[in-house]
């Protein structure tokens, strides 16, 4: 049990990130939907990811920098045991326009409601989490990159968001080697302040991890990268 605590951190960690990553991505989306067709978008993260993304509503105002989204969907490419990656219900930001165009992002108000996120495997050991990050962010998979790519990745990843709403209902975790995913109830509420760092989100969520049995903390270590990694 007690070796179980680091590790479940560690793994929460990396989560904290992802919703990160999560929030400032969709908040920017969102408001690239103002300006382009929502199709438009889909059709580009797809093409660029090939990760398939849907939609049921979307409302953003450019003039104001308020966004809101219901319904998003986020799928894995068929090289995936499970097609599940995202379902958010809901999310809502208010963005702060002059930041957009600084090497920090700013967010005002954020609210995000995840009904589930599911961490997935396939039997060429790709992560979905890792996969599209490269992808979206950098065009490319290989681990070839320029050792100069990093410095760059990492300032554009500066933000602020003031104050953040999460609610996270499920986990699921998939491996191509294991006969079914295992799902772990969250249920997770709480509001944090001036977040400017991924690992600000990690707390609450590792506590729950802590609490759940060794066999998740397992699984999770097939699914995710090294300690040493995810600690970084």
């Known amino acids: 049990m007690h070796t179980s605590s680091p590790r479940a951190a560690c793994r929460g960690g990396l989560i904290g990130k992802l919703l990160v990553f999560l929030v400032l991505l969709l908040a920017v989306a969102a408001l690239a939907w103002a ?19 849907t939609v049921s509503e979307l409302t953003a105002n450019p003039f104001t920098s308020r966004v809101v989204i219901r319904g998003l969907v986020l799928r894995n490419p068929s090289s995936f045991p499970i097609s599940d990656f995202v379902h958010v ?10 930041s957009l165009f600084s090497d920090r992002l700013v967010i005002e108000d954020a609210a995000i409601n995840i009904e ?42 500066e933000f602020l968001i003031r104050h953040l ?6 986990l699921v975790i998939a491996d191509a080697g294991n006969s079914a995913p295992r ?9 944090y302040e001036n977040v400017d760092n991924p690992t600000a989100l990690a707390a609450p969520i590792a506590a729950q991890l802590v609490q759940r049995s060794g066999l998740l903390n397992r699984l999770l270590e097939k699914i995710m990268p090294g300690e040493k990694e995810s600690a970084q």
């Open 35 to 53: 300006f382009f067709l929502p199709q438009i978008v889909t059709t580009a993260l797809h093409k660029r990811t090939q990760f398939d993304v």
């Open 89 to 98: 219900r809901e999310f809502r930001a208010e963005l702060n326009l002059p």
């Open 116 to 157: 589930k996120l599911a961490l997935v495997k396939n039997a060429a050991g790709e992560r979905n989490i890792q996969l599209f990050q490269e992808r979206l962010l950098g065009g490319s998979t290989t681990e070839d990159k320029p050792a100069t790519d990093e410095p760059r990745s990492e300032k554009s990843r």
């Open 165 to 170: 709403e999460l609610r996270f209902d499920q």
């Open 183 to 191: 799902v772990l109830n969250l249920n997770l509420n709480h509001t």
